[in-house]
């Protein structure tokens, strides 16, 4: 299935599902997923992808729950997942990212979720899907798109790295404060996360997002770290850039922990 474009579309999907290496995961809420599913997909709490560890709750959880939550998916080598959800792609996205954070590249992501498969009128299925699990072995890869607190301070000293926040404006300017510091990492470029969606074309990447982000200056001449409070909204940030092509990492702390170190220089 090497030919799955990173972003698909509701149409391009359906007709996969009848190959086995096709694995869609869900990770809308349990309700939404109980009242109607794509036909043959898993449901994934959120949960399972996150520390949950205060106060930086989003980071990366360790090696050994992320095999559980793999192995409990049937993941293989050969497997390809598909991920979606019901808000937007934030939490399909942390999928995604934790996927190439062990460095799996088979997957995509279904363009709007649920709401755009909903409204193609394409099947869904209330029954409730189970697969064998795998048993594969799970490990960071050397080259996972993530850094930091230490390593964003380092690079910010050296200029050679971009923060894009994907906050709210109000949380960016300190307004409002979810952390013992409130404000944003020295230089960052504020776009919340739901300006890269269409509302109009039931959530999907916008069309121009391109355009979007380099006229705020996001524009890959230099490496991109994505952040919110907890990798979260950042999650969805991360995939549109990786599907432009910017060379984007994330910055899984967030400002969850960056605004509740002592040290760490804040803007605002």
């Known amino acids: ?35 109607g599913h794509i036909p043959g997909a898993l449901g994934l709490p959120f949960q399972a992808l996150m520390a949950g560890t205060p106060p930086a709750a989003g980071k990366l959880p360790s090696v050994e729950r992320l095999t559980e939550v793999f192995r409990a998916l049937g993941l293989t080598p050969e497997t390809h997942i598909v991920a979606c959800d019901d808000e937007g792609g934030g939490w399909a996205g942390r999928l995604l990212w934790t996927l190439e954070v062990i460095g799996h590249k088979k997957y995509s992501y279904l363009n709007g979720g649920m709401h755009a498969w909903k409204n193609a009128g ?80 039931d959530l999907r990447i916008r069309t121009d997002a391109k355009e979007f982000l380099a006229a705020l200056g996001i524009d890959g001449e230099k490496e991109i770290a994505t952040h919110c409070q907890s990798h979260h909204r950042s999650a969805f940030t991360w995939l549109v850039g990786k599907s432009l092509g910017l060379p984007i990492v994330a910055y899984p702390g967030s400002w969850s922990e960056w605004g509740n170190l002592p040290d760490t220089p804040v803007e605002n």
């Open 1 to 35: 299935m090497s030919d799955v474009p990173l972003i698909l579309e509701p149409e391009q999907l359906a007709p996969l599902l009848e190959h086995e290496e096709i694995r869609v995961v869900d990770l809308s809420s349990p309700q939404n997923y109980l009242a």
């Open 122 to 201: 394409l099947p869904l299925s209330t029954e409730n899907v189970t697969v064998p699990p795998s048993d594969i072995e799970i490990q960071i890869s050397d080259d996972a798109p993530m850094l930091d607190a230490d390593q964003i301070q380092q690079r910010l000293n050296q200029g050679d790295l971009q923060i894009w926040d994907a906050r709210s404006p109000s949380e960016y300017s300190g307004e409002r404060v979810l952390a013992m510091k409130g404000g944003h990492i020295p230089g960052a470029i504020n776009c919340d996360w739901t300006q890269l969606m269409d509302p109009q074309r």
